[in-house]
């Protein structure tokens, strides 16, 4: 005995199986089947259809139903719903007695259409097949999903959708450890083009104003418009800051071109905030809001222009001008400093070189970190003055420590991608060794990982020049990208700076403690020594001492402190070749200031 279906929505169903029975169905005659409202077939055991009526043969694209007799139901899908017919929705049907869902048909012409499809097993195995074309249905849906996610006027993702992107591409950033960038952007004065040229006016000018940032972003990046004339941009897949620069600056001279409307040439310019992470925030409310904090200092500063968000400025309550202004005055104002962080190597403990770090003194804020004004300085240039200050006051130290006895110390100055790409990096280089004294060995210079693997030809053209020099290099913060074996091969390198985010986790999580063991394999097999960042517990250290890690750096030691509190650790800690670092002391005390010495 067959089963019987459960009663559905579906009018015809109903009327087919409700008090008959599938017998019942049978006995109905042939002209009543015909004219029902939708497909009805009959299909023998093997699927094959013995009887059809006009609407199934028409929603299947044949004016004539005998055109599909003797037609096995699996011709009338193709590609992957035809498998999923036949390892699917047959089976199922034949062990339950039913089917019913949604389905994709093929048309005679090879047209393809969304149907309702239901399917009874008869007794004796064949089927009855009814089938609704849901076509329109479908196309009031997708109406109703581009009114929920689509900003109806430009077609633009809404405030929605934004928010769902945004939402999912900090989840990506956070596993893959990139950057993204929120843009918020205000045309200036656009209620002056609605006052002057009326609202129909206006609307059209926001339809040109989102077809031609659609244009200026790259594939996978977003534009959104959320209300009137406020657009945002999402940009992931971020490695520095002035990726950003590079887009914002595109955007603002595409803005900056005049509109054609109704034969009249409209000039409109826009004001822009934009805020990072995770600098700047780790969720999407945060970037949204501090996006938008920066876009209104953007205004304040005379409109048509953009403004990097500012943690320190929000915290300290800086309402006076630009962080960026600041920026610019800062060397001039001597408000630049260098703090140094001891790398010890491991078999000895003793302080093998210094890492340089970059300090802002600002009058009113105090102390700045990196993280809070590095992108700042990518994103306005200013990194290219600061770079060459940099390293000939890093290598000026470096030196005057090894006049004092520290004959074999180095010194690590990190390079920006800003630096990697001018002509004028490799003069710089050595102009800060010539005139400082420092032999050039003594030098090396970080390069961050991202930077060196995607751009290879030319950062080997580059790193050729400045091993030429004699300086060493090393590519920084390594294990966060996607380096691979065959491009570090190619390099001129001569370490590799282990991240910190793997190594403040090795001896808790044995992932991280798996990829340390495979970056020091690999190092050691090209012949590069491995330096260990992030270092904080002497359960640390005895891991990466068995890995046979070469040297090592982190706060366990010390924090990046100012040269004064450096040179006091020189002397306490030691450095290969030297025990004591001889500053001259004056009134007879030269023998006490030696006694200071450490082992």
Not at 370 to 398: H, S, Y
Not at 472 to 494: K, Q
Not at 533 to 543: D, I, N, P, R
Request: glycine fraction near 8%.
């Amino acid at each position: 005995m067959a089963l019987e279906p459960t009663p559905s929505d579906n009018p015809l169903l109903s009327l087919l199986v409700g008090q008959r029975g599938i017998e019942g169905v049978l006995r109905l005659h042939a002209d009543a089947l015909r004219a029902v409202g939708e497909g009805v077939a009959i299909l023998d055991e093997r699927e094959n259809c013995v009887f059809l009526n006009q609407t199934y043969a028409g929603v299947h694209g044949y004016d004539d139903p005998a055109g599909l007799l003797g037609v096995n139901l699996r011709l009338l899908y193709a590609g992957a719903e035809r498998q999923r017919l036949e390892e699917e929705i047959l089976p199922a049907c034949r062990r339950d007695g039913q089917w019913r869902g949604e389905a994709v048909g093929t048309r005679r012409d090879g047209g393809t259409f969304p149907q309702e499809l239901a399917l009874v097993l008869l007794e004796g195995g064949g089927l009855v097949a009814i089938v609704r074309d849901i076509t329109e249905r479908k196309q009031v849906e997708e109406r109703m999903i581009a009114l929920a996610y689509r900003d109806m006027l430009t077609g633009l993702p809404n405030r929605r959708l934004f928010g769902d992107r945004l939402s999912i591409a900090l989840a990506q950033a956070h596993r893959y450890r990139h950057r993204l960038a929120v843009l918020f952007m205000d045309l200036d004065r656009f209620k002056h083009v609605n006052d002057t040229l009326g609202h129909v006016a206006g609307d059209e000018l926001l339809q040109r104003v989102a077809e031609r940032l659609s244009s200026q972003v790259r594939e996978g990046d977003t534009v959104a418009r959320l209300a009137g004339d406020e657009f945002t941009f999402l940009l992931p897949g971020l490695h520095y800051a002035e990726d950003v620069a590079k887009i914002a600056q595109k955007i603002h001279d595409a803005m900056r071109k005049p509109f054609r409307l109704r034969d009249q040439e409209i000039h409109v310019t826009a004001s822009g905030g934009i805020s990072l992470y995770p600098e700047d925030g780790h969720d999407a409310e945060a970037l949204l809001k501090n996006a938008d904090t920066a876009m209104y200092r953007a205004k304040e500063r005379g409109r048509d222009n953009y403004q990097m968000y500012s943690s320190i400025m929000a915290a300290k309550g800086v309402n006076r001008g630009s962080l960026g202004d600041d920026l610019r005055a800062a060397l001039d104002r001597g408000e630049l400093e260098l703090y140094y962080q001891p790398c010890l190597e491991l078999v000895t403990r003793r302080i093998v070189a210094v890492e340089a770090l970059l300090r802002w003194r600002h009058p009113e804020i105090g102390l700045i970190f990196p993280k809070d004004f590095i992108a700042l300085a990518d994103f306005t240039g200013q990194i290219l003055a600061m770079g060459p200050w940099v390293l000939e006051n890093a290598c000026r130290q470096a030196r005057a420590w090894q006049q004092l006895g520290a004959r074999s110390l180095r010194v690590a100055v990190n390079l920006s991608t800003y630096e990697l790409q001018q002509p004028s990096l490799v003069a710089n280089v050595e102009r800060a060794v010539r005139e400082t004294g420092l032999p050039a060995q003594f030098l090396h210079l970080d390069v961050p990982e991202g930077y060196a693997m995607q751009n290879v030809e030319r950062t080997i053209e580059t790193l050729q020049a400045l091993k030429a020099v004699g300086v060493g290099i090393a590519i920084d913060g390594f294990g966060v990208g996607f380096s691979s074996l065959a491009l570090l091969r190619r390099l001129p390198i001569d370490a590799l700076k282990m991240d910190l985010s793997f190594v403040r986790d090795t001896t808790t999580d044995p992932d991280d403690a798996s990829l340390v063991t495979a970056v020091i394999a690999v190092a050691h097999s090209l012949k590069l020594k491995v330096i260990a960042q992030g270092v904080e517990t002497e359960e640390q250290v005895s891991l990466l001492r068995a890995l046979h890690c070469d040297e090592v750096q982190g706060y366990l030691w010390s924090p990046p402190v100012p040269a004064a509190d450096c040179e006091r650790l020189l002397i306490r800690v030691g450095v290969p070749a030297a025990a004591v670092l001889r500053r001259p002391a004056k009134r007879g005390k030269a023998r006490a200031a030696r006694g200071r010495g450490g082992a």
